[in-house]
């Protein structure tokens, strides 16, 4: 997930108060046939004239198809062979592949792996979406987690591949997107209050966009908290990237569900709102997840605001 302005910084709304197959053994056969003519003699006793009959038979190539549950020591974008070398998920590692899956119907009748965009791309995105989800325990876009979606390489699509890896990383946050080494499966890293879920932030703040995002703990002073992820079904990627009001008004229904505040005229008067989308290709592909954070310009509570009313959250 990328921040807002010009790909780098989040956008902010302080509401109503602040806005070949290799060739070997042929030329030996060949050679022999040719000495065996020339002589016109018979082949020796004890010697099969027949030297085709012995050989055995070549093997039907192997498809070679990732597993799920395996962990990767790299990252990969395009599933090439020679990448493919899974470790022990306990050892160090940078990927995690928690699904495969497999396109069917005309989206397996390309001549090529599909281009980003392609209603393929979009119906492997919206599985790998629903199994990683059901793989972490909840929203992997809540926490610092970033999924690829990974298809064969285009030789192995000549080959007959047709799988699709959903890919899942611990990255180091909102404003440094990196992957970074983690030891131990991520399956139920969301089931319970962990380190990489999205918590409380200091927001630096400029003219309306957001240039860094600190985490902190809820219980020292803060000025944001992490609300939630509001599907922005309907925008353009540019609306995204104008910061457009539709986004906010998105954000705060979540912000209103989130603290328990009413989502009447007057939330904007509660908090304000800072939101972080998806890059632009990934938009393209079907993420359309935004993170939504509730923004107290002034004001820095050192609790959660979860569930706080209006009793914790009062009209500024």
Not at 240 to 245: F, N, Q, V, Y
Not at 273 to 280: G, L, Q
Request: glycine fraction near 14%; charged fraction near 25%.
């Amino acid at each position: 997930m990328l921040p807002h302005r010009g790909g780098t910084a989040g956008r902010a709304d302080g509401g109503e108060g602040s806005d070949a197959m290799r060739r070997y053994g042929t030329a030996v056969a060949v050679g022999l046939l040719v000495a065996l003519a020339l002589t016109g003699c018979r082949a020796p006793a004890g010697l099969d004239a027949d030297i085709t009959d012995d050989w055995p038979a070549l093997a039907a190539p192997q498809r070679v198809v990732p597993a799920a549950g395996t962990c990767h020591l790299g990252t990969q974008d395009v599933g090439h062979l020679g990448g493919y070398q899974p470790v022990d998920c306990a050892r160090s590692h940078r990927t995690e592949t928690m699904h495969v899956g497999t396109l069917t119907g005309a989206h397996a009748t390309r001549d090529t792996p599909p281009a980003s965009g392609t209603p393929a791309r979009l119906t492997a995105r919206a599985e790998c979406d629903r199994e990683v989800r059901r793989a972490v325990g909840g929203d992997w876009r809540a926490a610092r987690l970033g999924l690829t979606v990974v298809f064969p390489s285009p030789a192995a699509w000549r080959g007959g591949a047709r799988w699709f890896r959903c890919d899942l990383s611990e990255i180091r946050g909102l404003d440094e997107p990196g992957v970074i080494p983690r030891t131990g499966s991520l399956r139920g890293a969301l089931k319970g209050d962990g380190d990489l879920r999205l918590g409380c932030f200091n927001p630096t703040v400029a003219g309306g966009d957001v240039e860094a995002m600190v985490p902190v703990s809820c219980t020292a002073r803060h000025h944001a908290e992490f609300v939630g992820v509001w599907q922005a079904d309907g925008l353009s990627h540019a609306q995204l990237r104008r910061g457009d009001e539709r986004v906010h008004r998105g954000c705060l229904r979540l912000l209103a569900a989130y603290t328990g505040v009413p989502d009447d005229g007057n939330l904007r008067f509660h908090a304000g709102s800072i939101f972080y989308h998806p890059r632009e290709r990934e938009w393209r592909d079907g993420n359309r997840g935004v993170q939504c954070f509730l923004w107290l310009d002034d004001r820095a509570p050192t609790r959660s605001l979860k569930g706080a009313g209006t009793r914790g959250l009062p009209l500024r």
